[in-house]
Nanobody, 125 residues
Framework: QVQLVESGGGLVQAGGSLRLSCAAS????????MGWFRQAPGKEREFVTA????????YYAASVKGRFTISRDNAKNTVYLQMNSLKPEDTAVYYC??????????????????WGQGTQVTVSS
């Protein structure tokens, strides 16, 4: 069992930056691929980015590529999401999730087995 706790959300003006953190319990953090998803009001949960267990593979949604950066520190059991050049359309609840391995896609929610409770990010125009 892995528990995930996100932090770092908040209110920021368009063009600003935020860094989200996701702290994981357990001793085998590096065996999990980690992903970030987001869900805006009235919309489906959507994939944002993913990183493999040791960080050698990364994948970004087109909508955030070049603005967001995922990273992880396995010694601290933490994955990060650095968000720059934020836009109002980035407003959503952001969730981190853990998958048992690096799969073919990594963009589908059903590939992930553990989820955090989410943290709100609001970008004002």
């Amino acid at each position: 069992q892995v528990q995930l706790v996100e932090s770092g959300g908040g209110l920021v003006q368009a063009g600003g930056s935020l860094r989200l953190s996701c702290a994981a319990s357990g001793r085998t953090f590096s065996s999990y691929a980690m992903g970030w998803f987001r869900q805006a009001p009235g919309k489906e949960r959507e994939f944002v980015t993913a990183i493999s267990g040791h960080g050698s593979s990364l994948y970004y949604a087109a909508s955030v590529k070049g603005r967001f950066t995922i990273s992880r520190d396995n010694a601290k059991n933490t994955v990060y999401l650095q968000m720059n050049s934020l836009k109002p359309e980035d407003t959503a609840v952001y969730y981190c999730a853990a998958a048992s391995g690096w799969g073919v896609s990594m963009t589908r929610a059903d590939e992930y087995i553990y989820w955090g409770q989410g943290t709100q990010v609001t970008v004002s125009s």
